[in-house]
């Protein structure tokens, strides 16, 4: 079974609604590959109606916080896939990949994610998709849309990145990762293309040595 199955099927398991994502163009990814190291503090407004009627949208970003723990494309990486997490906290948003030699971290002020409109998100899915979600973007493009997947737990699906080139980068919500799911998913994917191929966070952005 090819690399690329394995992880499509992977992360279905993990976010069962991923697959109503809307692809972006190449040349749009590229203008938005890169979070910003210098971002302008933006207000945060207040949405005047939900993503969904019975799922109101946060007025804030922080009330997502918390660790989400994913896999992302990597060139450096012996199987093309590394570890992302994504720590949300009051005042900032840091990101620690493990590219397959080190660890590339990134952070944002968690006050230049403003909250998307209804109208903004639906355009991420499928036409006729009536997703149980709602979203956060930055003035440089960058967005974060929250998936529920039972209810008072969240994945995070990142667009906006180079990685959208394979598919929006998802990552499992805090509550799954306590209970050891993100681990399951890197088990399956072990199974399939060797243990200890996969460059891990806790051993400096590589495989186990």
Do not use: C, H, W
Not at 55 to 82: F, H, K, Q, R
């Amino acid at each position: 079974m090819k690399l690329s199955m394995i992880v499509a099927m992977t992360l279905a398991a993990i976010s069962t609604q991923a697959g109503t994502f809307e692809s972006s163009s190449g040349k749009e990814m590229l203008a938005q590959a890169q979070m910003q190291r210098t971002p302008v503090p933006a207000p945060i407004p207040k949405p005047t109606e939900p993503a969904q009627p019975g799922l109101p949208v946060p007025a804030s970003l922080v009330s997502m916080a918390g660790v989400y723990l994913g896999l992302t494309p990597s060139d450096g990486s012996p199987i093309g896939l590394g570890e992302i997490e994504i720590k949300i906290t009051a005042d900032k948003v840091k990101s620690r990949v493990a590219t397959g030699s080190r660890i590339q971290a990134e952070e944002l002020d968690t006050a230049a994610f403003m909250a998307m409109t209804r109208d903004q998100l639906l355009a991420e899915f499928k036409p006729g998709s009536n997703p149980r979600a709602f979203g956060f973007l930055t003035p440089g493009g960058l967005k974060f849309i929250f998936l529920e997947n039972k209810p008072g737990e969240f994945d995070l699906v990142m667009k906006g990145m180079l990685s959208d080139f394979l598919g929006p980068t998802m990552l499992t919500g805090p509550a799954q990762v306590k209970r050891g799911e993100f681990e399951q998913a890197v088990a399956k994917i072990e199974a399939q293309v060797g243990k200890d191929k996969l460059p891990r966070l806790k051993f400096g952005g590589k495989p186990k040595p």
